[in-house]
Nanobody
């Protein structure tokens, strides 16, 4: 079955960096777009970045130039490199793929930016 599992979250100081990973299984990874979303406490879930099967990328305005999404099709993994982190980046980060009109989400990984 389709499965996506995030890892790499944690506590980081403002201005620091963190890289999230999302390991996928149960489908032909290279054929599908992948995306990262986040949900802060009391707020709606929002799209952070997405990468198509051909590696075209798109970012939310709030993270553009600070975050980089990438994929390694040999490892069935998508990454989110986060630099210059701000307290407002604190959220649970989720990985998602969409296959045949169905969304598949991971369980999320907590990122906390605080001094």
């Amino acid at each position: 079955q389709v499965r996506v599992v995030e890892s790499g979250g944690g506590l980081v100081q403002p201005g620091g960096s963190l890289t999230l990973s999302c390991a996928a299984s149960g489908f032909t990874f290279s054929r599908y777009a992948m995306s990262w979303h986040r949900q802060a406490l009391g707020k709606e879930r929002e799209l952070v970045a997405q990468i198509t099967a051909s590696s075209t990328t798109n970012y939310a305005g709030s993270v553009k130039s600070r975050f980089t999404i990438s994929r390694d099709n040999a490892k069935n993994t998508v990454y989110l490199q986060m630099n210059s982190l701000k307290p407002e980046d604190t959220a649970v980060y989720y990985c998602k793929t969409k296959i045949n009109w169905s969304d598949y989400w991971g369980q999320g990984t907590q990122v906390t930016v605080s001094s």
